[in-house]
């Protein structure tokens, strides 16, 4: 009768470890399904994000709150109004991220802005500029017109640039998948 009751007991101390093994590899593969989720929709967001800019580059714009401001026509006191006061670095109007605002860089030539720079979101960056890849732009947007690489003391970026009509959208990468910034300036 005792062997009858450890076998017994060894049979449901089995079951318990096999059942608990099973739930645990459950709920590692939910774990896994529900990260791959939350990468594809990021995936698509930053994608969604890449693709923002192709129609108002044409313009000499970018999207978002920036949207109305045009390389060669829009002012500084244009700028002002429309996103307020900037800190001065380097030749740049700098605006920096916050929760839920893109940064950006604006320079002027004889008071009309010459170049624009879209820095992304700090917050969940994956699902802006942080996730797009080299391989996302070039299968969304093609053989790019120019690639150039960029040595500004030990960092070395490369610039690949698409025109867009009368502008040229620059993408600088740090590497293949960290996206640093995208200019806009007029060709």
């Known amino acids: 009768m005792n062997q009858l009751r450890k076998a017994a007991l060894?049979?449901?101390?089995?079951?318990?470890?096999?059942?608990?093994?099973?739930?645990?590899?459950?709920?590692?593969?939910?774990?896994?399904k529900l990260m791959r989720q939350a990468t594809n929709s990021d995936t698509a967001m930053a994608l969604k994000t890449l693709n923002s800019f192709y129609k108002p580059a044409l313009l000499g714009q970018f999207p978002g709150s920036v949207k109305g401001l045009k390389i060669g026509v829009s002012t500084r006191k244009d700028v002002i109004a429309k996103i307020g006061k900037p800190d001065k670095r380097g030749g740049f109007d700098v605006y920096h991220a916050e929760?839920?605002?893109p940064g950006y860089a604006i320079a002027y030539k004889r008071n009309k802005i010459r170049e624009m720079r879209y820095f992304g979101t700090n917050v969940e960056r994956q699902t802006n500029i942080g996730g797009i890849t080299k391989r996302m732009l070039f299968r969304q947007w093609g053989t790019p017109s120019g690639t150039v690489t960029i040595r500004n003391g030990s960092l070395v970026q490369q610039k690949i640039t698409y025109?867009?009509?009368?502008?040229?959208?620059a993408f600088i990468f740090n590497s293949s998948t960290n996206l640093d910034h995208i200019n806009l300036l007029k060709r």
């Open 99 to 101: 929760m839920g605002h």
């Open 163 to 169: 025109n867009r009509g009368k502008y040229k959208l």
């Open 10 to 32: 060894s049979v449901t101390l089995f079951s318990l470890v096999f059942a608990s093994g099973l739930t645990a590899q459950a709920d590692a593969l939910q774990a896994a």
